[in-house]
């Protein structure tokens, strides 16, 4: 739990405290001052007596007790001055704005460290070090402004740098957005932002606090801890939105597969983010607009009218909300839709956009906003764009619209692009407790972002019935490294993985019984692969079609004869589409399955979803949906599909396989063919690491 003394001190002090507001130790006080706290405050300066109309101490052995402390001192000093206010004071609640630490160099972790132990010893909590600080509705304890005024049903806000915090807040507060707290957690040497999660989670009440929580973060510490409270908060009526930056693919990691290669930590962010119902966005802009939809009511369902005075902003909204799975819904031949027309400008339209001039009033918005909310039952939310060319007051239109959004039922979001020239009105409607979206593509975005982010994933779910015992008697006999075929092939079929049938010989005669004992023929043609070799297509280690006897033996002695070789494998060939599933290991997401097309197209298109595990059939069918290949698993041009069931239970068994044998560092089913009767592995790699 977090320390009461930090959320809602009695009293704080400022060490460092100056009169110079250019200072963080000055700017912090004047923060401090002018905001709503109405305990004691403390400065702390040698060098002073008096800071900023507050008495001042030479030293913190001279303060009296105190429940907070705000550190803007060198570094050097600060442990000294913490084992004072932690043993001595009563202090609790800390946050240290001074930088020089863990993130400079040894000897600044080394206070870091002895700093949260003092810390930890008397129960306290400690927002930083090199951090801007911490505000709430009880306080500002941070040196950098805009002070957003603070309201309990705005945002809460954590976030791992603090001059970001500062961009952030500035395009929120400029559209009105309101913020509830904000945690610029700096080093997270002790609370990081798993741990104020925790605590929102932890403290939550449905009436009381924030139904949006926006996150910053360029690592992620502890991923289940941060899939866990989101889940739960998403669960009991939050919203998250978050950036994860530092994604990019110089951060991927090499290694030896397909699976690998594919398995950024990006990719992992994208799976945890899904899986716990957080809205991942990619900029400042995005992650307040996508807060500033939060803000309103929920959107129920995916058809939206456009009500617009201009016709370029609607057409360009109408792209962005169609390209990204959202209707605008014709309305032309609506039975209301006369009866709107007629109260409307000649030339206007209501086929939606429904577009009502530059000369459109106030009132005519109101004829069409009641018509939306009573009449077009077809309409799930509206977005209303109404700027200005100059030549006129809005005032009269957003008094209008700010009444509407009172009473309607279905939501409505107010793109207001006239920025300067009806500045004035904008902050009229704004100080109203309304947000303005001034750019309508960019709001169009975000509405996308948020409808089609799913809802979390259970904590617990079912998987497929897997043979647990018989899987961990073959992992524990095996050693470190890439399984054998025969072991492999034993873990897929205790999980109940479909394979291709086949054996591996090193000798002629072994090769030449198996075809004979097959039929080989042009009805069964073989397929023969070396076994030794990383990447068999690379090194010409793969024969399709082996259609009689002869083949067979002229064949083994080629791919023998290839370096690393050290047996064939062979097996009658399937047909079908190349589909793959794979899963790799995290040390701290866990596993992520991957699947997709299989074969060269996962190198080429890279059309993969990835999931982190315990993944179900059903959550796996309606990620397949999201696959640009998608059309061609269902089949296509004359083409057999692919049993969409099947390859659905195939991933699941996949997931069940990795949590009964956690040593599974990475596996590939590439391909495996699928059609409407068997999606059948025909080439599998498992590696182990205990």
Same mark, same amino acid.
């Given at each position: 739990?977090?320390?009461?003394?930090?959320?809602?001190?009695?009293? =704080?002090?400022?060490?460092?405290?100056?009169?110079?507001?250019?200072?963080?130790?000055?700017?912090?006080?004047? !923060?401090?001052? $002018?905001?709503?706290?109405?305990?004691?405050?403390?400065?702390?300066?040698?060098?002073?007596?008096?800071?900023?109309?507050?008495?001042?101490?030479?030293?913190?052995?001279?303060?009296?007790?105190?429940?907070?402390?705000?550190?803007?001192?060198?570094?050097?000093?600060?442990?000294?001055?913490?084992?004072?206010?932690?043993?001595?004071?009563?202090?609790?609640?800390?946050?240290?704005?001074?930088?020089?630490?863990?993130?400079?160099?040894?000897?600044?972790?080394? %206070?870091?460290?002895?700093?949260?132990?003092?810390? !930890?010893?008397?129960?306290?909590?400690?927002?930083?070090?090199?951090?801007?600080?911490?505000?709430? +509705?009880?306080?500002?304890?941070?040196?950098?402004?805009?002070?957003?005024?603070?309201?309990?049903?705005?945002?809460?806000?954590? #976030?791992?740098?603090?001059?970001?915090?500062?961009?952030?807040?500035?395009?929120?507060?400029? !559209?009105?957005?309101?913020?509830?707290?904000?945690?610029?957690?700096?080093?997270?040497?002790?609370?990081?932002?798993?741990?104020?999660?925790?605590?929102?989670? &932890?403290?939550?009440?449905?009436?009381?606090?924030?139904?949006?929580?926006?996150?910053?973060? &360029?690592?992620?510490?502890?991923?289940?801890?941060? /899939?866990?409270?989101?889940?739960?908060?998403?669960?009991?009526?939050?919203?998250?939105?978050? %950036?994860?930056?530092?994604?990019?693919?110089?951060?991927?990691?090499?290694?030896?597969?397909?699976?690998?290669?594919?398995? #950024?930590?990006?990719?992992?962010?994208?799976?945890?983010?899904?899986?716990?119902?957080?809205?991942?966005?990619?900029?400042?802009?995005?992650?307040?607009?996508?807060?500033?939809?939060?803000?309103?009511? $929920?959107?129920?369902?995916?058809?939206?009218?456009?009500?617009?005075?201009?016709?370029?902003?609607?057409?360009?909204?109408?792209?962005?909300?169609?390209?990204?799975?959202? $209707? +605008?819904?014709?309305?032309?031949?609506?039975?209301?839709?006369?009866?709107?027309?007629?109260?409307?400008?000649?030339?206007?339209?209501?086929?939606?956009?429904?577009?009502?001039?530059?000369?459109?009033?106030?009132?005519?918005?109101?004829? =069409?906003?009641?018509?939306? $909310?009573?009449?077009?039952?077809?309409?799930?939310?509206?977005?209303?764009?109404?700027?200005?060319?100059?030549?006129?007051?809005?005032?009269?239109?957003?008094?209008? /619209?700010?009444?509407?959004?009172?009473?309607?039922?279905?939501?409505?979001?107010?793109?207001?692009?006239?920025?300067?020239?009806?500045?004035?009105?904008?902050?009229?409607?704004?100080?109203?407790?309304?947000?303005?979206?001034?750019?309508?593509?960019?709001?169009?975005?975000? =509405?996308?972002?948020?409808?089609?982010?799913?809802?979390?994933?259970?904590?617990?779910?079912?998987?497929?019935?897997?043979?647990?015992?018989?899987?961990?008697?073959?992992?524990?006999?095996?050693?470190?490294?890439?399984?054998?075929?025969?072991?492999?092939?034993?873990?897929?079929?205790?999980?109940?993985?479909?394979?291709?049938?086949?054996?591996?010989?090193?000798?002629?005669?072994?090769?030449?019984?198996?075809?004979?004992?097959?039929?080989?023929?042009?009805?069964?043609?073989?397929?023969?692969?070396?076994?030794?070799?990383?990447?068999?297509?690379?090194?010409?280690?793969?024969?399709?079609?082996?259609?009689?006897?002869?083949? +067979?033996?002229?064949?083994?002695?080629?791919?023998?004869?290839?370096?690393?070789?050290?047996?064939? &494998?062979?097996?009658?060939?399937?047909?079908?589409?190349?589909?793959?599933?794979?899963?790799?290991?995290?040390?701290?997401?866990?596993?992520?399955?991957?699947?997709?097309?299989?074969?060269?197209?996962?190198?080429?298109?890279?059309?993969?979803?990835?999931?982190?595990?315990? %993944?179900?059939?059903?959550?796996?069918?309606?990620?397949?949906?999201?696959?640009?290949?998608?059309?061609?698993?269902?089949?296509?041009?004359?083409?057999?599909?692919?049993?969409?069931?099947?390859?659905?239970?195939?991933?699941?068994? +996949?997931?069940?396989?990795?949590?009964?044998?956690?040593?599974?560092?990475?596996?590939?089913?590439?391909? /495996? /063919?699928?059609?409407?009767?068997?999606?059948?592995?025909?080439?599998?790699? =498992?590696?182990?690491?205990?």
């Amino acid at each position: 739990m977090i320390a009461k003394e930090l959320l809602n001190p009695r009293s =704080i002090v400022i060490c460092g405290a100056s009169s110079d507001i250019h200072k963080p130790g000055g700017k912090s006080l004047k !923060n401090l001052l $002018e905001s709503p706290f109405k305990g004691q405050i403390y400065a702390v300066n040698p060098k002073e007596t008096e800071v900023q109309g507050v008495k001042c101490y030479a030293k913190v052995e001279d303060l009296p007790q105190v429940d907070c402390a705000l550190l803007c001192i060198a570094a050097k000093f600060c442990a000294q001055t913490v084992d004072v206010l932690a043993k001595e004071k009563g202090c609790k609640g800390f946050i240290i704005i001074s930088a020089g630490f863990s993130e400079e160099n040894a000897e600044g972790a080394a %206070i870091e460290k002895h700093i949260v132990e003092t810390i !930890n010893s008397v129960g306290g909590s400690l927002i930083g070090p090199n951090c801007t600080g911490f505000l709430n +509705v009880n306080y500002a304890g941070c040196f950098d402004t805009p002070i957003p005024t603070l309201d309990p049903k705005g945002v809460d806000f954590i #976030t791992g740098s603090g001059a970001t915090a500062v961009f952030i807040k500035e395009y929120g507060m400029s !559209n009105g957005l309101k913020f509830n707290s904000v945690w610029a957690v700096g080093n997270s040497a002790q609370l990081g932002i798993e741990d104020v999660l925790e605590h929102l989670d &932890e403290t939550f009440d449905p009436e009381k606090s924030s139904h949006v929580i926006m996150l910053y973060m &360029e690592k992620i510490g502890d991923p289940q801890r941060l /899939l866990k409270h989101s889940r739960s908060l998403i669960n009991k009526g939050c919203h998250i939105a978050a %950036i994860k930056s530092g994604g990019s693919a110089a951060g991927s990691r090499a290694a030896s597969s397909h699976t690998g290669a594919l398995a #950024t930590n990006d990719a992992a962010v994208d799976a945890l983010f899904r899986k716990a119902g957080i809205v991942r966005c990619h900029n400042r802009q995005e992650l307040t607009t996508v807060c500033g939809v939060f803000m309103h009511p $929920e959107i129920k369902g995916k058809r939206c009218a456009v009500i617009t005075h201009a016709g370029g902003p609607a057409v360009m909204l109408t792209d962005v909300l169609s390209n990204g799975g959202m $209707e +605008v819904p014709p309305l032309k031949d609506h039975p209301a839709s006369p009866a709107l027309l007629a109260k409307l400008f000649g030339g206007s339209s209501v086929g939606n956009p429904i577009d009502f001039l530059a000369t459109g009033t106030a009132e005519q918005l109101g004829y =069409i906003i009641d018509t939306v $909310e009573n009449e077009y039952d077809e309409i799930d939310f509206s977005v209303v764009i109404f700027g200005s060319p100059g030549l006129f007051s809005n005032k009269e239109v957003y008094d209008l /619209l700010d009444e509407k959004m009172k009473t309607c039922k279905k939501p409505i979001f107010p793109v207001l692009p006239s920025i300067i020239n009806v500045k004035d009105e904008i902050e009229d409607f704004i100080a109203k407790g309304r947000i303005n979206f001034p750019e309508e593509c960019v709001l169009g975005n975000a =509405i996308c972002k948020v409808y089609n982010t799913p809802k979390p994933q259970p904590e617990h779910v079912e998987l497929p019935k897997i043979d647990v015992a018989r899987i961990r008697k073959t992992v524990e006999r095996c050693e470190d490294g890439y399984m054998e075929i025969a072991d492999y092939n034993e873990l897929l079929d205790a999980a109940g993985i479909s394979r291709k049938k086949s054996v591996e010989v090193s000798k002629k005669e072994d090769a030449l019984a198996f075809a004979k004992e097959v039929g080989c023929s042009k009805d069964v043609p073989l397929v023969m692969k070396v076994v030794g070799p990383l990447h068999k297509s690379d090194v010409g280690g793969v024969t399709l079609n082996v259609k009689d006897m002869d083949t +067979v033996s002229k064949e083994f002695d080629r791919l023998m004869a290839i370096k690393d070789t050290y047996a064939v &494998e062979m097996y009658p060939m399937l047909d079908g589409t190349d589909v793959y599933i794979g899963a790799i290991k995290d040390p701290k997401f866990g596993h992520q399955i991957f699947f997709g097309l299989g074969g060269i197209f996962i190198e080429v298109l890279k059309d993969v979803q990835s999931a982190l595990a315990p %993944i179900t059939a059903d959550e796996a069918k309606e990620m397949l949906k999201q696959l640009k290949g998608y059309k061609i698993l269902q089949g296509v041009r004359g083409q057999e599909g692919v049993n969409i069931d099947l390859y659905a239970d195939q991933i699941a068994r +996949v997931s069940a396989l990795v949590q009964a044998a956690p040593e599974i560092a990475e596996m590939d089913l590439n391909p /495996l /063919l699928g059609n409407p009767r068997y999606v059948t592995a025909v080439d599998a790699r =498992i590696r182990i690491e205990k």
